[in-house]
Nanobody
Framework: QVQLVESGGGLVQTGGSLRLSCAASGRTLGSYHMGWFRQAPGKEREFVAV????????YYADSVKGRFTISRDSAENAVYLQMNSLKPDDTAVFYC????????????????????WGQGTQVTVSS
């Protein structure tokens, strides 16, 4: 079992930045591909970014490409999402997720591919 806990959310103005963290306990994250998803009020959960277990080949949703950066730190057993140039449309609850499966990028953008989820952290971007 992997327990994931997100932190770093908050209220920020348009154009601002936040860095989300996803800390893991129970197991090391080295065996897991890690993703970030978000869910805005009244909308379905959507893919944001994913990073493979090796840290290679980060992949982003078009809506965040060039603004968000996913990274991982094996020493800290954590994954991060650096979010810059935030927009009101980025307002959502952000979730991190872990998958210990053979890498398939087309599957890694779907929520049902992931086995473990955190409880989420709220990000609110004011206009």
């Amino acid at each position: 079992q992997v327990q994931l806990v997100e932190s770093g959310g908050g209220l920020v103005q348009t154009g601002g930045s936040l860095r989300l963290s996803c800390a893991a306990s129970g197991r090391t994250l080295g065996s897991y591909h890690m993703g970030w998803f978000r869910q805005a009020p009244g909308k379905e959960r959507e893919f944001v970014a994913v990073i493979t277990r090796s840290g290679a080949m980060p992949y982003y949703a078009d809506s965040v490409k060039g603004r968000f950066t996913i990274s991982r730190d094996s020493a800290e057993n954590a994954v991060y999402l650096q979010m810059n140039s935030l927009k009101p449309d980025d307002t959502a609850v952000f979730y991190c997720a872990a998958a210990n499966r053979p890498w398939v990028r087309t599957r890694a953008v779907t929520s049902d591919w992931y086995e473990y989820w955190g409880q989420g952290t709220q990000v609110t971007v004011s206009s």
